[in-house]
């Protein structure tokens, strides 16, 4: 005898393995760490004050 589902409930989990794994590649794609992206701002304010440093006053 076949075995009986749920066809509300069967929707229910395959929207849900479609959406996880939507989100799993959005991560990958887009996704940074905390540290990532704190370590990204800080290089940047170095360089920018780096910059700042070496202009020259024209006044």
């Not at 749920?6 to 590649?25: C, P």
């Not at 996704?31 to 700042?52: I, P, S, V």
């Amino acid at each position: 005898m076949a075995k009986l589902i749920n066809l509300r409930q069967a929707g229910k989990s395959l929207a849900r393995a479609k959406k996880g794994a939507q989100g799993t590649e959005n991560a990958t794609k887009f996704g940074r760490t905390k540290a990532q992206k704190l370590q990204e701002k800080q290089a940047a304010d170095r360089a920018r004050a780096t910059l700042d440093a070496h202009k020259r006053d024209l006044s």
